[in-house]
């Protein structure tokens, strides 16, 4: 919602320097000028803020992934070897994805050449399936 509120003002001062062009009146562009750097600097900043915002959440998954295998690898030890067998399969899958959120924290991370929001839609569908398969695999214990 919010880009699409920059964009309608970003398209409202694109049209305000046309007509300022036409008019020749200096002082007009100027201002025009100061919109377009203005409306930069807020997209600029929203862009920073929910990258930050982003990562923090990445990070959080990714600690939760690392405090489970930590979990499961002290319970390891006293399980039976069927529960151990279903143990493994978890843990490499929370490696799984730890790696996933390990790529996104570095795309996420990276000089943003790509579309934000592509980007930011392909970091939240990924966590979003972390998290539903992470329900699906740990909905029984307590």
Known sequence: MRTTKFFLILLAA????????????????EEVKEDL??????????IRQEREELTANLKELRNNIDDK????????ADASAETKVEMNQQIEQLKAWGSKVDQE???VGDNMSDD???????????MADIKAQWHQTFSNEG
């Not at 750097?37 to 929203?46: K, N």
């Open 37 to 46: 750097q203005d409306a930069a600097d807020e997209t600029a900043y929203q």
């Open 105 to 107: 924290l570095d795309r």
């Open 14 to 29: 694109i049209s305000m320097s046309f007509f300022t062009a036409c008019n020749n009146d200096q002082s007009s562009a």
């Open 116 to 126: 934000w929001k592509t980007v930011k839609s392909g970091v939240n569908e990924m």
């Open 69 to 76: 295998i930590e979990t499961l690898q002290a319970d390891f």
